[in-house]
């Protein structure tokens, strides 16, 4: 029996999910923490597909242009709403009745930082080393949990939901996706601790840190994943 439109119909079932989690983010009545588990169906279908590909030899040019396609809703269209409902969310007394209108749609930079970087990803030749800038799934993830936050009671809430604060996560998120940061992958060649030192790290600290503070940790582990990746592939060589 041939399989090998398996990975294609894996990448459609992702962008239908995709699809359905940006319908109940605009409908605005379910909370964004059950959302959130669409959207990790999601990461695993967009990683399960190149998987199913690579094993049954089925890599394809319309496979390739059709996971960029499925990405750009589950995680390029998927975190700007989450930031535009961010930005209605936040008291707008700081920037008057009129700008707070308008500012909202910022949200969507991230939207077209996205589509910059998956049109650049298809273009360009990979390197299976390392990522070039930070991947929309796990830019999808940051951007979740900073809203899953922004919705409780805590401290922490507050200075989320601050229109300069969310301004700022939208350009450095933004400048993320889009630069030619090296930043490690997680695609094992085999699981000897050497030459995956990097890897483990993160693991290690990740899981605890997951375990003991649920999803405050997530941008935590970005920063952390970020500093290990500069280590790794350029203060190590200097």
């Known amino acids: 029996m041939n399989l090998?439109?398996?990975?294609?119909?894996?990448?459609?079932?992702?962008?239908?999910?995709?699809?359905?989690?940006?319908?109940?983010?605009?409908?605005?009545?379910?909370?964004?923490?059950?959302?959130?588990?669409?959207?990790?169906?999601?990461?695993?279908?967009?990683y399960l597909d190149g998987f199913v590909a690579r094993k049954l030899n089925a890599k394809s040019e319309l496979g390739l242009q059709l996971d960029s396609l499925a990405d750009m809703i589950s995680f390029g269209l998927v975190p700007g709403i989450l930031l535009y409902n961010m930005f209605l969310d936040a008291p707008s007394s700081s920037v008057g009745s009129i700008s707070s209108s308008f500012i909202p749609f910022m949200g969507f930079f991230i939207?077209?930082?996205s589509a910059y970087r998956l049109a650049k990803f298809n273009t360009l030749k990979t390197n299976s080393k390392y990522?070039?800038?930070?991947?929309?799934?796990?830019?999808?993830?940051?951007i979740f949990a900073l809203s899953i936050i922004s919705k409780g009671d805590s401290y922490i809430a507050e200075i989320i939901l601050n229109y300069n604060v969310?301004?700022?996560?939208?350009?450095?998120?933004?400048?993320?996706?889009?630069?030619?940061?090296k930043l490690i992958t997680f695609k094992f060649n085999n699981f000897k601790f050497k030459g995956n030192r990097s890897r483990f790290l993160l693991i290690f600290i990740s899981v605890p840190a997951l375990l003991m503070l649920g999803i405050y940790a997530?941008?935590?582990?970005?920063?952390?994943?970020?500093?290990?990746?500069?280590?790794?592939f350029y203060e190590l060589k200097s």
């Open 166 to 181: 969310i301004v700022f996560i939208i350009l450095i998120s933004g400048f993320l996706l889009v630069s030619s940061l």
């Open 4 to 46: 090998r439109f398996l990975p294609n119909l894996i990448t459609l079932l992702n962008l239908f999910i995709g699809c359905i989690v940006v319908l109940l983010l605009i409908e605005n009545n379910i909370e964004v923490k059950y959302v959130f588990v669409f959207s990790m169906i999601c990461l695993v279908l967009d």
């Open 218 to 232: 997530v941008p935590v582990i970005l920063v952390l994943y970020i500093t290990i990746s500069i280590f790794t």
């Open 131 to 142: 990522f070039r800038g930070l991947p929309t799934p796990a830019n999808t993830i940051l």
């Open 111 to 113: 939207t077209l930082s």
